[in-house]
T-cell receptor
Framework: DQQVKQNSPSLSVQEGRISILNCDYT??????FLWYKKYPAEGPTFLIS?????DKNEDGRFTVFLNKSAKHLSLHIVPSQPGDSAVYFC????????????FGEGTQLTVNP | EPEVTQTPSHQVTQMGQEVILRCVPI?????FYWYRQILGQKVEFLVS????????KSEIFDDQFSVERPDGSNFTLKIRSTKLEDSAMYFC????????????FGSGTRLTVV
């Protein structure tokens, strides 16, 4: 099942710089996209989402960009902080309420002080 | 902040035994889910539950699996006869329903089948 793919298993950035995490999808029926952050021994924590009718959504240091024609989305974190070090999952859904999420493999972000 | 609570945090069971994983979703949430993550693999959807019935299930969720909401607060996943390949982290999640609020996940139960 490769419907949602995160090609970079890891990313390392310096504190204060921008982190860019990428995600590609193949299912054109996906309408909603979400980013989750996961620390070891914890469940995924919702970060930010975007609907396919938008191309950008911003929440504080986090911005998600969606390029629907390229079936690509990205999460920008700026400025990056050491506490942002975690695994970041991209997820997609076909519907609104109650629909399953299809996850990517995750990208391990390390922010170095 | 409201949490989804899962118990136990770690369960070891012998192959062929039945296990029940327990979850207490957030009280005003309407949709309940189980996901799992086998070590080194993606988080995978198992089942969603709404209005006291299964609303969607994946191909993984075969006859060995069942879910129940026995009272107003608990949501359980039962695996009838565990196999080695059922070893995984099992996550319960709940949502109000709106996609833009995301789901709230619990911390997971690590199931080890020996």
């Amino acid at each position: 099942d490769q419907q949602v793919k995160q090609n970079s298993p890891s990313l390392s950035v310096q504190e204060g710089r921008i982190s860019i995490l990428n995600c590609d999808y193949t299912n054109s029926m996906f309408d909603y996209f979400l980013w989750y952050k996961k620390y070891p021994a914890e469940g995924p924590t919702f970060l930010i989402s975007i609907s396919s009718i938008k191309d950008k959504n911003e929440d504080g240091r986090f911005t998600v960009f969606l390029n629907k024609s390229a079936k690509h989305l990205s999460l920008h974190i700026v400025p990056s902080q050491p506490g942002d070090s975690a695994v970041y999952f991209c997820a997609a859904s076909e519907e609104t309420s109650g629909s399953r999420l299809t996850f990517g493999e995750g990208t391990q972000l390390t922010v170095n002080p | 902040e409201p949490e989804v609570t899962q118990t136990p945090s770690h369960q070891v069971t012998q192959m062929g035994q039945e296990v029940i994983l327990r979850c207490v979703p957030i009280s005003n949430h309407l949709y309940f889910y189980w996901y799992r993550q086998i070590l080194g693999q993606k988080v995978e959807f198992l089942v969603s539950f709404y209005n006291n019935e299964i609303s969607e299930k994946s191909e993984i969720f075969d006859d060995q699996f069942s879910v129940e909401r026995p009272d107003g607060s608990n949501f359980t996943l039962k695996i009838r006869s565990t196999k080695l390949e059922d070893s995984a982290m099992y996550f319960c999640a709940s949502s109000v329903g709106g996609w833009n609020y995301g789901y709230t996940f619990g911390s997971g139960t690590r199931l080890t089948v020996v």
